[in-house]
């Protein structure tokens, strides 16, 4: 396997001499963060650790080219008293997502598929759907009725399918218990393309990349996105070797956060949206992909207008709507962009813009996963973020907050 390029660390005097930010005639170039922002971030979450708002995490800046900020903070498995490292190991739940959504890309590209087929061409379990027509909350009953278009792989890629988690959807829920049916059994909960609404969509995704090309998920990732991208340690497998990286999970309980150990042996999630396992670094060479429209290091992954038509709204009029916190310990009730935000194919598209100085500029783009991980890539600024810890519930108050005062700390910082 190929080894990483190595990451050089360029003193900051160097690096604003060697790398300019904008010029005076506007044109951009590479932004860098000075120790003065460096350090603003180290204290914010050194801070969080120890006021025990946060039992760790791995956080990294990168624009297209190098990263510019990579940090570890509190500890990995606080019960072995094992500190957080730069390369510590992180289940990073639906940020999958963006990943499979980029491999049905590739196949896109290649003519292997057409966004408007219907998916139920590959996958018959999701041909002639049914939706919800009424549902009684008393005793979960309900009657269906044919869905009034098929399934396509835009519905799939933009989160308009009708498909929906158990855990961000009541109705899905209360059925599934009554039923003991599988998440993917569910009705739909709308005709598709009439609303957005976050689901496993992404997982019929995966099943088609495997049925096209004959390969397993695992196999396809490593030879066509992870080995060129030297993403090394992201799979969805976890070797004995790399497994003393893992962080543990912790739950935000009324007394504080309580760790759950890791166990003495990982069992793989083999789900394209939600099972890989990854670091801060190799996710944000992800994202200097994506920051370089679609080349990395002279890896070509995807076409620029690929990247662009992933990256914008392609969901027309419709926004992307606050998901119910139908499973609380799983996650919060989540609002995304303010109730303004598109979606694109695979990621969250930011509308708000102006807003703030100190915020995400409008058109970048992002996502998260279960366990509290998030990133976005800021293409007018031309950074990408990564954060990571491993914490439940999604999206509990003290992690957003947190969160947002790493945002604001990057945007006052950033040169």
């Keep these: 396997m190929s080894k990483r390029l190595p990451i050089v660390v360029v003193p900051v005097l160097l690096l604003l001499v060697l790398v300019p930010h904008y010029n005076s005639s506007g044109a ?12 603003a971030i180290d204290q914010m979450f050194q801070a969080s650790v120890n006021n025990k708002e946060l039992a760790g995490a791995v956080v990294a800046i990168t624009n297209k080219n190098q990263i510019l900020y990579l940090k570890s903070f509190g500890s990995q498995d606080a019960a072995q008293n094992l500190p957080m490292s730069k390369d510590s190991v992180f289940r990073i739940a639906s940020m999958t997502k963006p990943i499979t959504s980029v491999a049905v890309m590739m196949l896109y590209e290649q003519g292997k598929l057409r966004l408007d087929d219907p998916a139920g061409n590959y996958l018959p379990w999701l041909k002639g759907r049914e939706v919800i027509a009424t549902f009684d909350e008393k005793d979960a009953s309900y009657t269906t009725r044919p869905a009034k278009q098929e399934i396509t792989i835009r519905h799939l890629l933009t989160h308009t399918s009708g498909l929906s988690y158990s855990f ?3 109705m899905i829920r209360d059925i599934q218990q009554k039923t003991g049916r599988k998440e993917r059994e569910m009705p739909l909960l709308f005709d598709p393309g009439t609303r957005w609404y976050y689901s496993h969509s992404t997982a019929a995704l995966g099943e088609i990349v495997e049925k096209i090309t004959g390969q397993s998920l695992e196999d396809y990732f490593q030879a066509n996105l992870f080995r060129p991208l030297q993403m090394v340690d992201t799979s969805f497998l976890l070797p004995d070797e790399k497994a003393r990286r893992l962080v543990t999970i912790h739950r935000r309980e009324a007394t504080g956060l309580v760790e759950t150990s890791n166990p ?10 939600g099972g890989l396992v990854s670091t801060a670094s190799d996710y944000s060479a992800f994202l200097q992909m994506l920051l370089n429209e679609g080349s990395w290091h002279g890896n070509r992954v995807l076409k620029p207008e690929t990247i662009r038509l992933m990256t914008s709204n392609q969901i027309g009029p419709l926004r992307v709507e606050e998901m119910p916190a139908a499973s609380p310990r799983q996650s919060a009730s989540f609002l995304l962009g303010d109730g303004e935000d598109k979606f694109g194919l695979g990621f969250q598209i930011t509308v708000r813009n102006g807003k703030s100085a100190h915020a995400r500029s409008g058109g970048s783009y992002a996502w998260g996963g279960l366990f509290n991980t998030h990133f976005w890539v800021d293409p007018k600024r031309g950074i990408g973020v990564v954060y990571l810890t491993q914490e439940l519930p999604f999206n509990n108050t003290t992690n ?3 969160v947002k005062r790493f945002e604001k700390l990057i945007y006052e910082h950033l040169e």
């Design 28 to 39: 951009a170039e590479l932004p860098t963060l000075g120790t003065r922002g460096a350090a």
């Design 264 to 273: 003495p042996k990982y069992l793989p999630i083999l789900r394209a949206d």
């Design 400 to 402: 957003r907050d947190i």
């Design 168 to 170: 961000t959807s009541p």
